[in-house]
C-alpha cells in the first residue's frame, strides 16, 4: 500500500478501533458484507447513519467527546462524532479512512436550534472519506433515516463509489443544504480547532455557555431534537 496512506490506518486517542466496545460494533455492522472494502465501507456507512441517532446538542469541547467507543456508548452524536466512529470503523477494516470538514447552511434547521447557535451557518461540519479503488470517496452518515423522514428529504444512500454528500434540495424541491466553504481533510479530529472556529462563528461568550450548560448538567441538555419542527414547517 501506498505510504502516505499509512497514517490514514492507524489508531488514535479518539479513534481507537482497538476499544471492546468497537470491535463490538464492528462484528455486529460488517456480519453480512464479506471482505470486500466496497460492501465492507457500505455496511459500515448504514451502521452509523442509523445505529446512532443524531444529535446536535451533544458536547463537543473535549477529546473524550469523539472517542469512537465514546459515541457508541452514549448512541448517539451530532455529525463529527458520527463521523469520528465511522473513520474508525473504517480503519479496524484496514480501509484508509480520513475526516473532511466543511461550513454548511442548514435551510431545514429548526427554529430552536438557529436560536441556540444564534446562525443557521455550520461551522466544521463532519463526513468521512474512505480509499476505495484507487480513489477518496465522500460518506456522510450523519443523519438517519427517522430524522430524514421528519424533514422531508430522502436519507442520504452510499454505494461505496460514489460521494455521498448532503442533498441540495428536499422532496418538494426547497433548498436543503448549501456547502458554503471548505474547511480541509485530517487525519485526526481537531476538537481545539472546532472549538476555536466555534467561538470565532457563534461568539465565545456563546460557545463558553455552551460548555457551562454541558458541565451543569452532566452531559445532557434535555434537548430533543427530534421534537423540534423543522423551519419549514414551524
Not at 465514546?70 to 458520527?82: E, L, S
Not at 442548514?106 to 446562525?119: F, K, P, V, W
Amino acid at each position: 500500500m501506498n505510504t502516505a496512506l499509512t497514517k490514514y490506518l492507524q489508531p488514535t486517542a479518539i479513534l481507537n478501533f482497538e476499544h471492546p466496545t468497537v470491535i463490538d460494533f464492528l462484528d455486529r455492522a460488517a456480519a453480512d458484507a464479506g471482505r470486500e472494502p466496497v460492501s465492507t465501507a457500505v455496511a459500515l456507512y448504514y451502521a452509523v447513519r442509523e445505529g446512532i441517532r443524531y444529535d446536535p446538542y451533544s458536547p463537543f469541547y473535549l477529546p473524550a467527546h469523539y472517542r469512537a467507543s465514546a459515541v457508541i456508548q452514549r448512541g448517539k452524536g451530532y455529525c463529527v462524532g458520527k463521523a469520528a466512529l465511522l473513520c474508525a470503523l473504517g480503519r479496524a477494516c484496514s480501509i484508509p479512512s480520513r475526516l473532511g470538514f466543511a461550513t454548511v447552511r442548514n435551510h431545514l434547521a429548526s427554529r430552536q436550534l438557529i436560536d441556540y447557535l444564534g446562525s443557521d451557518r455550520f461551522v466544521f461540519h463532519g463526513y468521512v472519506e474512505f480509499y476505495l479503488e484507487g480513489r477518496w470517496v465522500k460518506a456522510t452518515p450523519a443523519f438517519n433515516a427517522q430524522l430524514c423522514e421528519r424533514h422531508r428529504v430522502d436519507p442520504l444512500e452510499f454505494n461505496g463509489r460514489e460521494d455521498a454528500v448532503f442533498q441540495a434540495y428536499n422532496r418538494e424541491n426547497n433548498r436543503y443544504m448549501e456547502y458554503l466553504e471548505d474547511l480541509g481533510i485530517f487525519d485526526d479530529v481537531p476538537v481545539r480547532q472546532i472549538v476555536a472556529a466555534w467561538e470565532n462563528e457563534y461568539g465565545a461568550d456563546r460557545v463558553q455557555g455552551w460548555i457551562s450548560g454541558f458541565e451543569s448538567a452532566q452531559g445532557e441538555l434535555g434537548k430533543d431534537f427530534y421534537e423540534e419542527k423543522p423551519l419549514d414547517q414551524a
